[in-house]
């Protein structure tokens, strides 16, 4: 056990690596809202900003709620669930030269805001190659999914959003696999992400898990090669796929992942990507699942999540607030384990029943 002097040098280790990093985001976030004013002043024919009809939290609760993700995520790292966060955002010219091209891109996110302009990736060389669903320019940004400028910029946008915890959220995810790989040899067990996108929490998987060699599925090409560069050196295999067709044999994987992906699914396509999830599991694997949270979760949370959406385009996010998720996945065959929420985020584990021999 920890002496009280190892628990406050762990704890101030901590500390000096999130701080600096979330007033990052925060610096980023601000100076982005800042720039927005400035351009809806000089626009007299800005819309006002939307209200909720719902509770929304005051700062003062999201800074709490922010403060309690992290507290948690120490905790963690105490109880020897995964090690001390390594967030590898790059080097320092690395960051600085992808902060220079994300307030370059703002003009262009700010003007497909203000006309609602969301269907440029939906064009002759992409329309035979992806779904219609996925042809969008979600959350506004250039080139969707499906360009290498996306790719560049998608992880710094995700943590301008979430105010610098988007990896935080992530790391909550390896609590049920720890729990699950508990006295196994992690070199026998499989573990596949759907969704990898740029392969963020296929590092965090491999930083907690070494023994592991997981697999990473997105239907980008161009986030894999991102992920390709991210996780250069680690042990893990990426592969373009649709998730509504995973390239995996039939009870090949003991532990399945997704990340922040059903809430830009249509309806019918979560129920088809489940059964896949369903299918890919070995008898007693785990799904784990990370997504927003959904109407009710939180209270006074409900009003962000009603915003959301027009603030970010994400078509399919309204009716992923109202889906009942234990009844989606109980259709496919999987069984809930666990349920708890994560700032605004919710991690959920399903196991897929043992077979009855009798």
Not at 25 to 44: F, I, K, N, T, V
Not at 79 to 86: F, H, K, L, T
């Amino acid at each position: 056990m920890a002496s009280a002097i190892e628990r406050l040098g762990l704890r101030a280790n901590y500390g000096l690596r999130q701080a600096p990093r979330v007033a990052w985001y925060l610096a980023h976030g601000y100076a982005m809202g800042q720039l927005r004013q400035l351009a809806e002043a000089q626009d007299p024919n800005a819309a006002r900003p939307r209200k909720a009809s719902r509770p929304t939290p005051d700062r003062d609760r999201l800074w709490r709620d922010l403060a309690g993700l992290f507290a948690r995520d120490l905790a963690n790292v105490e109880a020897g669930i995964y090690p001390m966060p390594s967030d590898h955002d790059g080097s320092l010219p690395d960051r600085i030269d992808r902060s220079r091209a994300f307030f370059l891109d703002l003009p262009e996110i700010f003007k497909r805001r203000k006309s609602e302009a969301h269907q440029e990736v939906f064009n002759d060389d992409f329309r035979s190659k992806f779904p219609r669903y996925y042809l969008q320019n979600f959350h506004y940004q250039s080139g969707g999914y499906l360009t290498e400028g996306s790719a560049k910029l998608y992880d710094l946008q995700v943590e301008v959003l979430f105010n610098g915890t988007a990896n935080a959220m992530r790391r909550q995810a390896l609590v049920p696999i720890h729990d699950a790989l508990k006295g196994r040899d992690q070199r026998k067990v499989a573990l596949a992400d759907v969704a990898c996108g740029t392969g963020r929490f296929l590092r965090l998987v491999s930083d907690a898990f070494p023994g592991l060699r997981p697999t990473g599925i997105d239907l980008s090409p161009t986030y894999i090669e991102e992920a390709r560069r991210h996780l250069k050196r680690r042990r893990a295999r990426l592969m373009v796929a649709n998730a509504e067709a995973l390239p995996l044999p039939d009870d090949s994987q003991d532990v399945v992942t997704t990340i922040f992906l059903y809430h830009e699914l249509p309806p019918k396509v979560r129920r088809i990507v489940a059964a896949e999830f369903a299918r890919v599991l070995k008898p007693g694997g785990l799904l784990v699942f990370v997504d927003s949270l959904q109407l009710g979760d939180v209270e006074d949370y409900d009003g962000l999540l009603e915003l959301f959406p027009s603030g970010f385009h994400e078509p399919f996010y309204e009716s992923y607030t109202r889906e009942d998720l234990t009844v989606l996945f109980g259709e496919a065959g999987l069984e809930p384990v666990s349920s708890r929420t994560a700032f605004v985020s919710k991690v959920m584990a399903f196991a897929k029943p043992e077979r009855n021999l009798l």
